[in-house]
């Protein structure tokens, strides 16, 4: 299927460069005419997914970028998050409901669940300094 359009984006790794993230996207996507449900549900996913970026993969450095790809096509948009940061050691259990690596109270462990509970289709490759989310949502 051909991309009708495509945007980068390069961020700091802040927590006040997480709405941002999500509202670029959320403004790219409209351009094949999604739902308002379904622009609500890809800022959630990409914002569950840039946090997760911020937090983890970073773990609080002064320093840390992270990459956006979106790529549209006729019927879906496919969102790529991209760091630099640490890796996921065991990506099935860091995809777990509840699994965490922050302090107790701190972070629910929930952030996968919910890319994939607000996503088509969720996919994880890491590996010591880089990890790549892919989101995509049909329309």
Excluded: W
């Amino acid at each position: 299927m051909s991309i009708k359009n495509t945007m980068k984006l390069q961020i700091e790794a802040k927590s006040q460069n997480e709405s941002f993230a999500r509202s670029t996207v959320a403004g790219f996507f409209v351009q094949i005419n999604p739902t308002l449900e379904q622009v609500e549900d890809l800022k959630t996913a990409v914002s569950e997914a840039v946090t997760n970026c911020i937090v983890h993969a970073y773990q609080g450095k002064q320093q840390g970028q992270i990459d956006i790809t979106c790529n549209l096509h006729d019927t879906h948009i496919e969102v790529i998050i991209c760091d630099y940061g640490k890796g996921i050691p065991d990506i099935k259990q860091a995809m777990r409901p509840f699994y965490t690596t922050g302090t107790e109270g701190e972070r629910s462990g929930m952030g996968f669940t919910v890319m994939q509970a607000f996503c088509d289709k969720v996919d994880v490759a890491s590996q010591q300094g880089k990890t790549i989310i892919t989101l995509i949502k049909n329309i």
